[in-house]
């Protein structure tokens, strides 16, 4: 056991949702226009013709039902078929940030801390607003925390690095209590006009305090008994988007700064590595899959969280032991585990087990195995 405890958690979730039938009309609109516009080329064999959605399309390759967003009114509309907001003036928060104090602040009160007993704040997640300055030392700035921040990014593993990483920070006495925020504006990346992927994505941000267990005040609290963390180079999962793009004006624009996936080979390649990682990270704990209580899982689709949770319980997991909120929030890269353990963990007893696990591009993978206080 490590002596750290994750004592609070936050979510924050956007006030606009969009459901599968919205986004397929709107979809279907864009490619009825398509088709239309380019009918001569189309029979000529010049292009291939876009093909149109469908909700038992999404829901069959997904289990996704809805999302949330930060702003729906872009995404519907088939001439932009993108988010539209607006920049904000230097001496006014950031939408990242804001988003980010919000869990932080909930995550905060449950575990009974003010600012003045956090020294450390990390962002972590798939995509940031700006290099810099780092939107981690902006939160820290708007709760009022001394101490230091700085973001990372290990795209839908963000969350279950930065905890190791606070963890570590903590065990060595470099700080007595860190927030993890893990704010995704994931519409921002999305290429809503691919059919293939334009039903993932939706927008969130969590948050996690971690601290020493003789230092937390809550009867809710999860001590970390164990970490792992894997990375294996992958062109599977992909955005090209970053500073450079400036430096090659001609690859402005094009698909490949958006989203980008080969969701075929992502599912044969991860579900295996991950449910690998996962075993042997027990292994090396001495528990037995079969002790898991729960399975808190990366929410990116349910077939490979069904195949996850079969080969690591060594069964089919029963209802409630590897929670689902795909179908409310869609995939929300590094919050997705972090959604499922906040709203699925108040029944579990002292002594029970647990694990917490991210997977995503890289390929990156965590995992953090929890026991109820």
Not at 128 to 149: H, K
Not at 169 to 186: D, F, Q
Not at 227 to 244: A, C, P
Request: hydrophobic content about 40%; overall charge negative; aromatic content about 6%.
């Amino acid at each position: 056991m490590t002596g750290i405890v994750i004592s609070g958690t936050g979510l924050y979730t956007p006030p606009h949702s969009i459901s599968n039938e919205e986004l397929v009309t709107s979809f279907n609109n864009y490619v009825e226009r398509y088709n239309s516009e380019h009918a001569v080329a189309i029979a000529n064999g010049a292009i291939e013709a876009l093909q149109p959605s469908s909700v038992e399309f999404i829901v069959k390759a997904s289990g996704i039902q809805a999302r949330y967003v930060v702003e729906k009114e872009g995404v519907l509309n088939p001439d932009i078929m993108a988010p539209r907001i607006p920049e904000r003036a230097n001496d006014e928060i950031s939408v990242l940030a804001e988003m980010a104090v919000a869990a932080a602040q909930e995550a905060m009160r449950q575990a009974h801390k003010t600012a003045a007993d956090i020294d450390a704040v990390i962002v972590a997640c798939s995509n940031s607003q700006r290099p810099y300055p780092a939107i981690a030392i902006e939160v820290q700035n708007a709760l009022g925390i001394e101490g230091f921040g700085f973001d990372m990014n290990v795209a839908c593993s963000s969350a279950t690095f930065g905890m190791q990483a606070a963890a570590d920070m903590i065990s060595a006495g470099h700080a007595r209590a860190i927030l993890i925020v893990n704010p995704e504006i994931c519409s921002g990346h999305l290429n809503f006009r691919n059919r293939n992927c334009h039903f993932i994505f939706g927008d969130v941000a969590t948050a996690i305090v971690l601290e020493k267990k003789e230092t937390c005040t809550v009867a809710d609290a999860f001590e970390i008994i164990g970490t792992k963390l894997q990375t294996k180079f992958s062109n599977n999962i992909r955005n090209n988007f970053g500073f450079l793009n400036n430096a090659a004006p001609e690859g402005i624009g094009q698909p490949d700064k958006l989203f980008m996936q080969e969701g075929l080979k992502v599912f044969k390649e991860v579900v295996p590595m991950v449910s690998d990682m996962i075993t042997s990270h027990l292994q090396s704990l001495d528990v037995p899959g079969k002790n898991l209580r729960r399975l808190w899982l990366h929410q990116a689709n349910i077939h490979m969280n069904e195949l996850i949770g079969k080969r690591v319980l060594g069964r089919e997991p029963q209802e409630g032991e590897a929670p689902v909120i795909l179908n409310e929030y869609a995939n929300t890269s590094s919050a997705g585990s972090i959604i499922a353990f906040h709203k699925y963990h108040q029944d579990m007893k002292s002594g029970d087990l647990g694990i917490i696990c991210s997977f995503g591009a890289g390929y990156s993978a965590g995992s953090v195995v929890l026991r109820k206080v």
